[in-house]
């Protein structure tokens, strides 16, 4: 979203100290920034869910003591989300010498140019402002990355305009000092190779940098932080122990631990082409829970939160395909649009050795179990006994071929379909898809409790029976 920047910002030293500025370095703002959001009750994390009382608290302390710090979790626990969301702490508009290559504080010049710059011009040096969006930096670490990526390299352009190779001009500046007065942030930082890890040293101790045979004393003002995977310290790569000792905090990451987090997660992320009901969205967030503790999972890789996204948004994708097979208007997701998940997202998971040939096998068990625990959950309480008579008399077809419409038509009149339809929000609508939708969840639920029996046909249809 683009942001405009005030008029009335000074655009000179002179004026930027007439207006009373203040200066601060970069780990004071995020900890005043952040203690003002607490005290004012405001949420200083918008879009991280499931974290408030486990790693946001660690998080919070590792800013207030100003430390450098590193998010150690399994993939998919949302690291990159976590650090991104620190861009929130900054200032709005921060100042910065126009046209400086590091973007330094008027107040503060740090490379050679700026300082001659401040010198001739006084306070008619030029101020222009940036946005908190700019001043966070990022960085994928792959086994390519090299030290002119982060830190620096001499510049042959440079050498060539007539400046000699020992003049400290001639360097181009890499990541880490271009991020001076802000966040850098390193993913996945054991995919570095030692001797790039050994670059970070001086940057984060002594905030200076080293380029061949440079050694620059710039005052660096960063953050620095990172992610990792915690078998990335023995499969991949590690962090190197001196750069580990540098970070002043490691905050371990987790996977949702409530059900209602997972579910939020997936309302939050997913981008859905049809309506999916909540109560679908809740099978998705269990099934995701129950394959993190099935040992025919590889636990050691972890199953993505992008996993239980990705599932919404298939069935999502699932309804609106039968939608238009059947010729609804709208699509609503049922059940029925459950059984795509396994065949089309079986490859995000790993399987443990001796699973092989049996992978289908497990996440339709796990499916059907999740399927069962929400519909229990929702239904506790419900006496479905008068519904599991009338199909038993008079059978249900359903299936991806059969209209929403023609689910409901053929539904028995009994007084536990309507409990059945207000406990999962189908009720007050005249679309036929919700009622379609939590009819199919209490039949296949009486079925997977073997109050049901059912049959399916080749072309998909499923017609349930007592």
Request: proline content about 6%; overall charge negative; hydrophobic content about 40%.
């Amino acid at each position: 979203m683009p942001v405009t920047l005030p008029s009335d910002l000074p655009d000179t030293l002179g004026a930027l100290r007439a207006s009373g500025h203040t200066q601060r370095d970069v780990k004071s703002e995020l900890r005043d920034n952040l203690l003002a959001a607490l005290r004012e009750g405001r949420d200083p994390w918008p879009g991280i869910v499931g974290f408030e009382s486990t790693v946001l608290p660690q998080l919070e302390r590792a800013l207030l003591a100003g430390h450098d710090l590193v998010l150690l979790g399994e993939r998919g626990q949302g690291k990159t989300r976590l650090l991104r969301s620190l861009v929130g702490l900054l200032d709005e508009w921060t100042p910065v010498i126009a046209g400086s290559e590091l973007g330094e504080h008027p107040y503060e010049p740090i490379t050679p140019a700026s300082i001659r710059r401040a010198a001739e011009l006084g306070d008619a040096l030029p101020v222009a402002w940036r946005h908190r969006s700019e001043r966070y930096t990022e960085k994928l670490a792959t086994p390519d990355t090299a030290v002119a990526d982060l830190i620096g390299d001499v510049d042959p352009v440079k050498v060539a305009e007539g400046r000699s190779l020992g003049d400290p001009e001639t360097i181009h500046f890499g990541l880490v000092p271009r991020a001076h007065r802000g966040v850098v942030a390193i993913n996945e930082l054991p995919d570095l190779a030692e001797r790039i890890q050994v670059a970070l040293l001086n940057v984060m101790e002594e905030r200076d940098i080293q380029v061949r045979g440079y050694t620059l004393r710039l005052p660096l003002d960063v953050l620095l932080v990172a992610s990792a995977n915690p078998e990335d310290y023995t499969n991949r790569g590690r962090i190197i122990t001196p750069l580990k000792d540098r970070f002043g905090a490691e905050v371990r990451t987790h996977y949702p631990l409530e059900v209602r987090d997972e579910i939020a997660l997936v309302e939050q992320e997913a981008e859905l082409v049809a309506d999916v009901p909540r109560h679908l969205i809740e099978v998705v967030a269990r099934f995701t829970r129950h394959l993190r503790e099935a040992t025919a999972i590889d636990q050691s890789s972890g199953v993505s939160a992008r996993f239980a996204v990705a599932a919404a948004e298939t069935v999502a994708a699932a309804a609106l395909r039968r939608a238009a097979i059947t010729g609804e208007a709208r699509a609503v997701a049922r059940p029925v649009d459950l059984d795509s998940v396994p065949a089309v997202l079986r490859g995000k998971l790993e399987f443990a050795s001796g699973e092989e040939g049996r992978e289908e096998e497990i996440l339709e068990h796990l499916l059907r179990r999740a399927t069962a625990d929400t519909a229990r959950f929702a239904l506790r309480g419900v006496d479905l006994s008068e519904l599991t008579d009338a199909v038993g008399t008079r059978p249900v077809r359903t299936g991806e071929r059969v209209p929403a419409a023609e689910v409901v038509a053929a539904l028995p009149q009994v007084p536990a379909l309507t409990e059945v339809a207000t406990r999962l929000g189908a009720s007050g609508t005249e679309d036929p898809g919700p009622m379609a939708s939590a009819a199919e969840l209490a039949l296949e639920y009486l079925f997977l409790t073997r109050k049901l029996a059912k049959d399916s046909s080749d072309d998909g249809d499923t017609v349930s029976y007592g």
